[in-house]
């Protein structure tokens, strides 16, 4: 799933190609929004909040959009071939006279008045990436359930809007704690810490093509996506499982050595998979 950085890059693209400018075209293919016309009316802004997508437009109408898994808005010239997904699969359809916004594979997408924005994004904790980020109150909110996983806790939007399971292994492993480890057994200095690296984490790659956490040229990540490869720190061999709440379980990547705090039993996932961009869902 895409994480903040990665949704924050998406909400400038969508800006630069359609801020001021007024639409020629609006094709929203949702049962729900197919009639809605939004021609001749003027985009005002695109931006990201957490992993949600808000494109404000006039007339007091907000499009809303969130990329889940396998969601993608792809910009296009006039004579360019549109090559996101087969037709089938474009969700939206935003165009000006310069540039075409097509949406794929969005699963959400909704049209709200942009004063009952609430209603899509009210939920979120602070944004790392936004102009609501207060770190006490991020971490007052990791906080006030103490026995549930660190990993679980920061992938709970509710707590802090942004991180995934990328961002979220690799935090984990820069404090040096597992992502089993009960929030409220964090100890206090690495508590401080943490909302701290997690926003300089994610400002770092919000403008890089390719998401690094080590500064190296590579590997491009401590721990996830690498085990069984060894630890950059001790050489360790790196370990995966799968961790969740039971609603959606996410491949966690930790280093034995490098980081303490309890860890799942003998059950390992299997090693390997690319990069990828928890009712308590936690991912919204």
Same mark, same amino acid.
């Given at each position: 799933?895409?994480?903040?950085?990665?949704?924050?890059?998406? +909400?400038?693209? /969508?800006?630069? @190609? $359609?801020? &001021?400018?007024?639409?020629?075209?609006?094709?929203?293919? %949702?049962? #729900?929004?197919?009639?809605?016309?939004?021609?001749?009316?003027?985009?005002?802004?695109?931006?990201?909040?957490?992993?949600?997508?808000?494109?404000?437009?006039?007339?007091?109408?907000?499009?809303?959009?969130?990329?889940?898994?396998?969601?993608?808005?792809?910009?296009?010239?006039?004579?360019?071939?549109?090559?996101?997904?087969?037709?089938?699969?474009?969700?939206?359809?935003?165009?000006?006279?310069?540039?075409?916004?097509?949406?794929?594979?969005?699963?959400?997408?909704?049209?709200?008045?942009?004063?009952?924005?609430?209603?899509?994004?009210?939920?979120?904790?602070?944004?790392?990436?936004?102009?609501?980020?207060?770190?006490?109150?991020?971490?007052?909110?990791?906080?006030?359930?103490? +026995?549930?996983? /660190?990993?679980? @806790? $920061?992938? &709970?939007?509710?707590?802090?809007?942004?991180?995934?399971? %990328?961002? #979220?292994?690799?935090?984990?492993?820069?404090?040096?704690?597992?992502?089993?480890?009960?929030?409220?057994?964090?100890?206090?200095?690495?508590?401080?810490?943490?909302?701290?690296?997690?926003?300089?984490?994610?400002e770092a790659?919000?403008?890089?093509?390719?998401?690094?956490?080590?500064?190296?040229?590579?590997?491009?990540?401590?721990?996830?996506?690498?085990?069984?490869?060894?630890?950059?720190?001790?050489?360790?061999?790196?370990?995966?499982?799968?961790?969740?709440?039971?609603s959606r379980?996410?491949?966690?990547?930790?280093?034995?050595?490098?980081?303490?705090?309890?860890?799942?039993?003998?059950?390992?996932?299997?090693?390997?998979?690319?990069?990828?961009?928890?009712?308590?869902?936690?991912?919204?």
């Open positions: 799933m895409p994480e903040g950085d990665t949704v924050w890059q998406a +909400a400038k693209r /969508l800006h630069t @190609a $359609l801020a &001021d400018k007024v639409l020629t075209r609006s094709d929203l293919r %949702v049962p #729900k929004f197919a009639t809605a016309d939004l021609t001749g009316r003027r985009v005002l802004d695109v931006t990201a909040r957490g992993k949600h997508l808000l494109t404000r437009i006039e007339g007091g109408l907000t499009l809303h959009s969130h990329l889940r898994m396998d969601g993608s808005w792809r910009i296009y010239t006039a004579n360019q071939r549109w090559n996101g997904g087969p037709t089938h699969q474009i969700r939206a359809i935003l165009a000006n006279t310069d540039l075409t916004a097509v949406g794929y594979r969005l699963p959400v997408l909704e049209l709200l008045r942009t004063a009952d924005e609430h209603r899509a994004v009210g939920h979120l904790g602070p944004d790392l990436l936004g102009p609501d980020w207060d770190p006490e109150r991020a971490l007052a909110n990791l906080l006030q359930d103490p +026995a549930r996983p /660190l990993g679980e @806790a $920061l992938l &709970d939007q509710r707590n802090l809007a942004g991180v995934g399971n %990328v961002f #979220k292994s690799e935090i984990c492993f820069l404090l040096g704690v597992t992502p089993w480890l009960p929030v409220g057994a964090l100890p206090a200095d690495r508590a401080a810490q943490l909302p701290v690296l997690a926003k300089k984490l994610l790659n919000r403008d890089r093509p390719t998401r690094n956490t080590t500064g190296l040229r590579s590997p491009d990540v401590f721990v996830y996506g690498r085990a069984p490869r060894p630890c950059l720190r001790c050489r360790t061999s790196l370990r995966v499982a799968d961790q969740g709440d039971g379980e996410r491949p966690t990547y930790w280093c034995p050595t490098c980081q303490t705090g309890p860890t799942p039993g003998p059950r390992h996932r299997t090693p390997g998979g690319a990069h990828s961009r928890t009712s308590r869902r936690t991912d919204n």
